[in-house]
């Protein structure tokens, strides 16, 4: 009886996954990982007790693999990856939701596990695109998802992020950034929260930003199923062959220290380029009180478009970086590459500015 049971258990229909397709994501995610990295696999919400027998069986079979008894599995080939989807009939995702680490894990005494404590860095700026109700979407709603998630990919543009790859969750939208290595720290985890929040004014009564800033988060797979609505996750964008875009995660106040209430930089303004630091565009896009509504639209814009007139090299830009947000309190991203096609720089950008704000400008001693 038991082992009709079993047969019961495998018996049923094959999921049809597009292996290429998944092969194209662990291309993306892996992008860059050092040879002792690896992605945490784990299967969640597991809807059959009897499935952890079957990664025991799976254990035995493939003892190379690295599997916890949490249904954990550690791999670092797109091989192994497949041998955990595609097994006995796609058996691991039909009874359990199977979701993969945003960023790598790395053995740390002779152990490995999930969470913060066995990752280096952080490469990946990943946005969880949700109903406000938690409700599985109604076909309406689909479409009305997808201009939320369009100009959230706008405001994340604006952030120097363009390369990246927007997956159909089942019940939402994910969207996953490459981002230059950052050494992982507490205050580099403060930062990531930060841009998050950042992105979270966004939010609509329908759609949100999901508040959970885990970096050390799994989520699920493409082309596995999340039961929750019966969909299968599925990538709807193109994927980047070359995805890591030339922007990192900030360390939150790393670069600044509270004076009276104040925000000052602990970097030597002597470091700074100073043709840029004693420039309208500089000194008034870093002035505390400086209208914010028009910091994307102009400001940042007249400041890119002198740095790259200035040419100005890739380190300082960095620096530059630092001190903006540092001041700002902000993660606004100087990326170059962004946004200034066609466009040349003219002074008479930020003056047109000054002339609008003429009030501003006379109130807080800036003239050009």
Not at 89 to 103: A, D, G, L, V
Not at 223 to 246: A, F
Not at 255 to 265: A, D, L
Not at 293 to 315: C, N, Q, T, V
């Amino acid at each position: 009886m038991a082992m009709m049971r079993e047969k019961i258990f495998y018996k049923m229909v094959k999921y049809n996954v597009n292996y290429k397709t998944l092969s194209n994501f662990w291309n993306f995610l892996t992008y860059d990982y050092p040879k002792d990295a690896y992605v945490e696999i784990i299967l969640m919400n597991i809807k059959d007790v009897r499935l952890y027998n079957i990664v025991l069986l799976f254990s035995k079979e493939n003892p190379n693999i690295i599997i916890k008894k949490n249904c954990q599995f550690f791999i670092n080939t797109f091989q192994d990856l497949e041998k955990i989807v595609s097994y006995k009939q796609n058996i691991f995702m039909r009874f359990s939701k199977i979701c993969y680490s945003i960023n790598p894990r790395f053995i740390k005494n002779n152990n490995i596990a999930g969470g913060y404590e066995y990752m280096k860095f952080i490469d990946m700026v990943f946005i969880d695109i949700e109903s406000t109700n938690h409700n599985v979407l109604i076909e309406k709603e689909e479409s009305y998802i997808q201009v939320f998630s369009n100009a959230v990919k706008e405001r994340l543009k604006m952030k120097g992020l363009a390369e990246g790859v927007e997956v159909h969750s089942g019940n939402g939208r994910h969207l996953l950034y490459k981002v230059r290595k950052k050494e992982f720290n507490d205050k580099r985890k403060e930062g990531y929260k930060q841009l998050i929040i950042d992105l979270k004014e966004l939010n609509t009564p329908l759609f949100k930003i999901d508040h959970c800033v885990n970096s050390s988060r799994c989520i699920a797979l493409p082309e596995t199923i999340n039961h929750k609505g019966g969909r299968q996750v599925k990538i709807i964008s193109n994927v980047p062959e070359t995805p890591i875009n030339n922007v990192f995660i900030p360390s939150k106040d790393r670069t600044k220290v509270r004076v009276k209430g104040n925000s000052i930089s602990k970097l030597n303004n002597s470091k700074l380029p100073s043709n840029i630091r004693n420039s309208l565009e500089w000194k008034i896009i870093t002035h505390p009180e400086v209208p914010k509504g028009d910091i994307h639209s102009i400001l940042l814009f007249a400041l890119k478009l002198l740095i790259r007139e200035m040419k100005i090299i890739p380190e300082l830009i960095e620096k530059l970086e630092i001190e903006l947000n540092s001041v700002r309190n902000s993660n606004h991203l100087l990326n170059l590459n962004i946004g200034l096609d066609g466009k040349e720089y003219n002074k008479g950008i930020i003056i047109s500015w000054m002339k609008k704000h003429r009030e501003w400008c006379e109130k807080h001693n800036i003239k050009y």
